[in-house]
């Protein structure tokens, strides 16, 4: 009797573990992405809305951008098997964190300064974002928008320094297009990633029930 008792509750424990959703890291890497795109979205809306007009809250956003960027790429890379299992990650950390510096520096020189570090920047970290994008595209898939937001912000990077070296004035506005665009980007590889999820969770539960 004993036995039988044992047999039917490890056999419910398999079913309720049957339909469960699948909670696999992916799952974690969209809910980034997802943080990613708030973030960005409202750096944007704030540069474009309010810090044109206050230089001293323009100042703090611009050396707040590559900070965030550094403590992204520090957890994304912790949370998928370390530091030293994700090399591209950890140059992005040590790239946006030199940005960071670099920036609070460049402040005290004026925006055309600001903005060649920012498109020095754009380019060694849309260039790495691009190689993370597909080290990982086998993994979870839906990485096509990172690689995508990795080959326009070097191309972006390009343009900041162009528009730096030019006669007309430049501000933090200039910035708020390039921070639009990356939020777009991790929108649709969280929403990606969402569906695709889904999508697993379903079929996982069809073969359940047919069984």
């Not at 595209?137 to 995508?148: D, E, F, N, P, T």
């Not at 939020?183 to 697993?200: D, M």
Request: aromatic share 10%.
């Amino acid at each position: 009797m004993h036995r039988k008792q044992n047999s039917w509750s490890h056999g419910m424990l398999t079913q309720s573990n049957n339909h469960r959703p699948v909670q696999s890291s992916s799952g974690w890497l969209k809910n980034h992405y997802f943080a990613r795109f708030a973030f960005s979205t409202a750096w944007a809306v704030a540069a474009l809305l309010v810090a044109r007009d206050v230089p001293m809250f323009a100042a703090v956003m611009l050396v707040a951008y590559p900070a965030w960027d550094a403590l992204a790429n520090l957890v994304d890379a912790r949370r998928n098997g370390g530091l030293a299992a994700n090399k591209t990650q950890l140059l992005n950390l040590v790239v946006s964190a030199i940005t960071t510096v670099a920036v609070a520096i460049a402040l005290g020189h004026g925006m055309n300064s600001v903005l060649v570090v920012f498109g020095i920047w754009a380019a060694l970290a849309g260039f790495l974002q691009l190689a993370t994008g597909a080290r990982r595209w086998k993994s979870y898939g839906a990485q096509w928008a990172m690689v995508l937001s990795g080959a326009q912000s070097a191309l972006a990077g390009t343009h900041f320094i162009s528009k730096a070296g030019g006669d007309a004035p430049v501000g933090i506005a200039d910035i708020a297009p390039y921070a639009a665009f990356g939020a777009f980007y991790f929108l649709v590889s969280a929403v990606w990633l969402a569906v695709s999820e889904a999508r697993k969770n379903a079929v996982r539960d069809a073969c359940v029930e047919t069984r």
